[in-house]
């Protein structure tokens, strides 16, 4: 869904500009580009689907699963805010309403004046003990379990260099 | 940064009621999901700083793009919403603001009941031709060229039935 093929910039009744110059992707990388956009966004569709029983959403998934892993099941907010790609405001209203819902607590740290942390509570780590199990059952269901060893391979090859490209970019290499 | 390895597992201090029963991901299996996660996020992320300029989100690109394919440049708000995998809440904000813009108009189909629809303007058509080419040297920059050819065919093939499974589960199949 999100760009031309050189097919469908011939036909186009009016041309861009500076079409001559631009790289369009050919017919077959532009099958590729859409089946991972729509792979991307499906799986991210039906595995936030498959976490509202649990009354969680995707994201607030992501932050137990983040916070779970540090030290002391706590970080600093800015830095929660770069590990799981969003905005500071944006994370803000999300750790509020995961506060609200006994997750998580924002607490300043004594002695550190660089901002509030967010922690783990113990209710927000039951959660993710409880919900975990079903979460990979999807994972699998849906992606993994549709792949052959050999295939999660040479995929994992393919992806982890333009990871860290991109991570390079977001400046937190 | 979403499900655990048998490792962690293994290791967890208080472990999840199923866990004996669970298909916790191998190593590698956890490290390919969790290299698909980081470039789908963050690729959007960079695609998206990189339309900023053109005062477009990532969003906004893809209405324009799906509008300008479909027939007469248009589409009924609800079947926009399934092509973007949007609720329809959050696509209406979104067409607001694009109408705001000049981008689209949102009108009733006179003898069709079924809602209206959202029609792609001549300056929502000129702005897509605009911002094209630079889309696509995004992607390529930052995704397609850093694949050789045998690892597109070879995701492609990979990726291709797990859309379509997915597509089936979204009930659009």
């Known amino acids: 869904m999100d760009t031309h093929t050189t097919d469908e910039a011939a036909v186009s009744s009016s041309p861009p500009v500076a079409e001559e110059e631009t790289p369009w992707l050919t017919a077959k990388e532009q099958q590729f580009w859409r089946a991972h956009l729509e792979v991307s966004k499906l799986l991210d569709y039906q595995l936030g689907r498959e976490l509202q029983p649990h009354c969680l959403a995707s994201n607030d998934y992501e932050i137990l699963v983040v916070l779970s892993e540090a030290p002391d ?3 600093r ?5 770069t590990a799981t790609l969003q905005s500071k405001s944006r994370l803000s209203h999300q750790i509020t309403r995961m506060e609200t819902a006994g997750l998580v607590l924002r ?8 901002g509030l942390f967010a922690h783990l509570t113990e209710h927000g780590w039951q959660t993710m003990q409880k919900v975990a199990p079903d979460h990979v059952r999807s994972v699998r269901e849906h992606f993994v379990d549709r792949l052959t060893p050999a295939q999660i391979d040479a995929m994992y090859a393919a992806l982890a260099p333009i990871a860290e490209h991109l991570r390079t970019l977001r400046g937190r290499a």
Do not use: I, N
Request: proline share 6%; hydrophobic share 25%.
């Open 107 to 114: 607490q300043e740290c004594p002695g550190d004046r660089r």
């Open 77 to 81: 907010m800015t830095d929660l805010a």
């Open 73 to 75: 099941r706590r970080m």
